[in-house]
């Protein structure tokens, strides 16, 4: 009986150990995400002829948020990794053409919604904060 009940927990015993382990990575990766808090949405309508890029550029570095079919809307989130609030440029590039659209600097807050209206004369592109 003995023999038993020891054989039972040196079988078990690692199970109940390795399930803690991956409970406790979940968790982990859930309060972080959350920590996170909530992005901002960037809108983008294509009137040009041609797909476009987009991006977003913070701190120097360029995040690709998506493409654009022509006549089409896209709308895309703020990457989790950018702590908002902070200052984004956005970058729209067609990609048959020379034609670009870089945006000033906009400060985005957790819960902004920008739209971007790129134009098929990029010069004539604008942006809106809803």
């Known amino acids: 009986m003995v023999s ?3 054989f039972c927990a040196i079988t078990l015993l690692p199970l109940l150990f390795v399930g803690g382990c991956t409970s406790g990575s979940v968790s982990s990766r859930m309060s972080t995400a959350a920590a996170a808090g909530p992005s901002a949405r960037v809108t983008v309508n294509n009137r040009h002829l041609a797909d476009i890029g987009v991006y977003a550029i913070v701190s120097g570095h360029r995040y690709k948020l998506g493409s654009v079919q022509p006549f089409g809307v896209g709308t895309f989130r703020i990457p989790r990794i950018v702590q908002l609030p902070s ?6 590039f067609a990609l048959s053409t020379d034609q670009k659209f870089q945006s000033a600097s ?15 004369t990029a ?4 942006i809106l904060r809803r």
């Open 123 to 126: 010069q004539f592109s604008s």
């Open 87 to 92: 200052d984004v440029e956005l970058f729209v």
């Open 4 to 6: 038993r009940i020891s």
């Open 106 to 120: 906009i400060l985005l807050e957790p819960g902004d919604h920008i739209v971007l209206n790129f134009e098929n």
